[in-house]
């Protein structure tokens, strides 16, 4: 990898590492570092017109994903009464559909991550989107008035599992292409405005809930009319195929980033370019004109050819370079510390988030009596509430503060906070108000987002370099999506056994487990791995030269 130095003639590099916010100030800096932190005076969560773009078009994707993972529960909830006349779904096919966007997701960020490194953002970005709406579309085919009822949940459940495939690659790609393109004074702010438009589609799912049942309600009262759920829930999927088409063409055309490119480089490529421009500036000077431009071609395809060829050689040594680099304990403990934080987080999440049915209970808006759309309607409006309570303003206190509290701050202490919150509600279930329970509830949905919710997502996008980024961030995305998986199959059977308050208990625990893998994580803010590998690089092959000349 080839990165120059500025301000420094001998492109000498610092002799240690520094992980402090002060090594943004270091005037030794990579040229793309250099032109990253320069400073315009704004705050850092205020973002320019070029970073606005970027959150649009990556921003959309997590607005998929939470909209299509969380649509889910009232989906749910209108095939119980569509093709149960109202009683439960089978716990078993119910633990599957619920759990299938999850198991995809597992598939797409491995998968999706580790091309994006190997064959390049731009090869791959815009295909996780193309999978998402086919993957809608198909869903929306569910024959839900010729196949059998169970026939029917695992049809839908299929089509969940190709979705998440595409929810899953989202992850990787969208971390991967924007922190590429972000402003080190501005990354984890960027990262965060993102990630928080998944608070955004689960908001905006429950809102489409509301309405869409609003518009249904004169067909459905009188009677029950559960035929009509049909009408409902897919209208409800099927707008997000809006968004979704409204930023493929964006996804599609994103250019290749200069630090990916950069990353792609070796230093015999870079001084081969420019001994190739310079044996072109002084053919150009002796040659006549027509001359000139067949000699100036020729140079330039050599010059094309010859960066071809160090990108294919870079393909070719990328699967040896990721495992010679974790095969370092310095760099693995870091690996453990993403992938094991975001696998406790998701556990205690998605265990709370896919079962709103258990909270909408305890607060009144479990939608227990009244006709079907009654119901379903009071489930919607419970949903609303504990959306807007804690999910979205937690996203956003990440967005004002990461830059000055970091991410190693926000994680520990957003996971000790929800340790507390989640062991109040386990320890008083049965005895909180039902404004009390709200209100702890409200506080546990605001520090999983102000915490560990959002910081899981932005570590492994800050803390590797750009050649491993996307793989390394698939890797722990997949470990978190992994712990979704369990809660989402084993939740609802678990509660069943050792009742709600014991499984809470169990979500503590992985609250607490995952603010003591966290101390494994260096501070991110204003840290640019690629310097640091290239610190890395240098020292080791200085190594090999001294142990070469003994």
Known sequence: MSVHATNNPDDSLPSSRSDSPTEINNPTRTALSAYEIEGDGRPPFVLSVPELKLLGIAGVGFFLDAYDLFIINPVATMLQFRLYGGDPLPSNLEGFMKAGANIGSVIGQFGFGFAADYYGRKAVYGKELVLIIFATIMCLTTPTGQLSPASCLIYLAIWRIVLGVGVGGDYPMSASVSTDRAHLRRRGVLLSYIFANQGWGSLVGSLATIIVLACYKSVMSGGDHTSKLDGVWRIVVGLSLIPAFGTLYQRLTLPESKRYEESRRNHDDEETIEALKEKQAAEEAASQSTDKEKKGASVTTTAAAAKAKDIADAKKNHFAEFFAYFSEWRHLKILLGTTLSWFFLDIAFYGINLNQNVVLQQIGFDGSGGTPWE????????????????????Y???????????????QIQGFLLEALFLGILAGRFYSLSKVSFIVCFAFLQFFFNFGANTTTYCYPAEVFPTKFRATAHGISAASGKAGAIISALVFNSLTKKIGTP????????????????????PEVKGRDPDLIYQEELRVRDHEEKLMDSR
């Open 502 to 521: 014991n499984v809470l208990w169990i979500f503590v625990g992985c609250c607490i487990a995952g603010a003591f893998v966290t101390l494994l994580l």
């Open 375 to 394: 119901r379903l309607f009071d489930i919607g409006i419970g949903n609303l509430i504990v959306t807007a309570l804690g999910f979205v303003p937690g």
């Open 396 to 410: 956003y206190a990440t967005v004002l503060t990461i830059e000055y509290l970091g991410r190693k701050w926000i």
